[in-house]
């Protein structure tokens, strides 16, 4: 039996046997869960947004034109999804400490210490997440997820030159991070 490719999947969807759309998902779910899970830096939230993801791309799979690879289209609608619950999240947080300090109630708590992972993948990771969101996006879906730079730009909708111009900052964000903080010798 042949492998099916991403178009055959989405053609027999939009044909309507929407129980093919179960394959997408298992292709696609982990890197989008391990892509929402850094940008979002909690893994409960990770998952609503994921499944959140999902759902709008089952609900446009009509609309999907083959203009671009279904990845490209569905890590936009993850990135999308995720900005907007980030926006929602931060809204929410703005009004609950408003009203914490209409009563006086603020309670800082002190900062949690990562504890330092010996494995070096799993410590760059954490390295990566200490990355502003978009340096760490873009570092993630080049090197980790292994997307094109024109699907970078498409996904975050930003011209070609600007995906360049960000992994190319974000590389040295990521590089000056290792060595201020001296994080290079956990690394070797």
């Given at each position: 039996m042949?492998?099916?490719c991403d178009n055959d999947i989405i053609e027999s969807i939009q044909k309507g046997n929407r129980d093919?759309?179960?394959?997408?998902v298992d292709k696609y779910k982990d890197k989008a869960f391990n892509l929402l899970r850094r940008m979002l830096r909690?893994?409960?939230d990770a998952e609503e947004v994921l499944?959140?993801?999902?759902?709008?791309?089952?609900?446009?799979?009509?609309?999907?034109r083959h203009e671009s690879k279904f990845s490209t289209?569905?890590?936009?609608?993850?990135?999308?999804?995720?900005l907007s619950f980030l926006q929602s999240k931060r809204k929410k947080t703005e009004l609950k400490l408003d009203s914490l300090e209409d009563h006086n109630y603020l309670n800082y708590e002190d900062g949690k210490i990562l504890a330092v992972e010996e494995n070096s993948i799993?410590?760059?990771s954490l390295i990566i997440d200490k990355l502003p969101i978009?340096?760490?996006?873009?570092?993630i879906l080049y090197y980790i997820d292994d997307l094109k730079?024109?699907?970078i730009s498409e996904i975050l909708d930003i011209s070609l030159v600007n995906a360049k111009v960000l992994l190319h900052r974000s590389r040295n964000i990521l590089r000056d991070l290792i060595f201020k903080h001296n994080y290079q010798k956990e690394l070797l």
């Open positions: 042949r492998k099916l093919d759309f179960a394959l997408l909690n893994e409960m499944q959140d993801s999902f759902l709008k791309a089952f609900m446009s799979m009509n609309n999907f289209w569905f890590y936009r609608i993850v990135y999308n999804t995720g799993k410590y760059l978009r340096n760490a996006l873009v570092i730079l024109s699907e």
